[in-house]
């Protein structure tokens, strides 16, 4: 991963031309698609970030998307709120593909009167896009944890 790392290494230059910029902030953006949709509670926004035929990485290796996102969903609803945080971006654009690693930081409350009051986790997800006639798509993806804090115990009075 190192190596993919250093692609993205200074000096920063601007983007060649509009068009890129324009790439370059479509493919930012479906990260920030996907949280929006799991944090409203959203199945369809969420899943409205990857292409039809997407694959994601899971426990048992690489499995469909619809698969993968089912259960990401169901373990956020199981939460009283989830807010998600994309923040650095980093993106390589080579023509109709796309990669793009993005830095996220996921807040997941509990309701009240559980042991812990929330668990947040820093994770980093990696997603292959590429370019459809409609825009552009996540086609696969990968998250790596970065970290978790699981919250003190609840206060009780």
């Given at each position: ?11 920063a ?35 409205s970030?990857?292409?039809p ?41 080579n ?63």
């Open positions: 991963m190192k190596e993919q790392a250093r692609k993205w290494a200074g000096p230059v601007p983007p060649g031309s509009l068009a890129e910029l324009a790439d370059h902030h479509a493919i930012g953006r479906l990260a920030r698609i996907y949280a929006l949709g799991m944090d409203m509670r959203d199945y369809d926004l969420a899943r970030a990857f292409a035929d997407a694959m994601a990485a899971g426990k048992q290796g690489m499995e469909p998307i619809d698969q993968n996102l089912q259960f990401t969903y169901g373990v956020a609803s199981s939460f009283h709120a989830t807010q998600h945080v994309i923040s650095n971006q980093y993106i390589e654009l023509g109709d593909e796309a990669l793009v690693w993005s830095y996220g930081v996921a807040h997941h409350k509990v309701a009240p009167g559980e042991q812990r009051d929330e668990i947040i986790a820093g994770v980093h997800y990696r997603d292959r896009c590429r370019r459809f006639a409609q825009g552009w798509l996540i086609v696969e993806r990968s998250v790596a944890n970065q970290w978790v804090d699981i919250g003190s115990p609840q206060r009780r009075s």
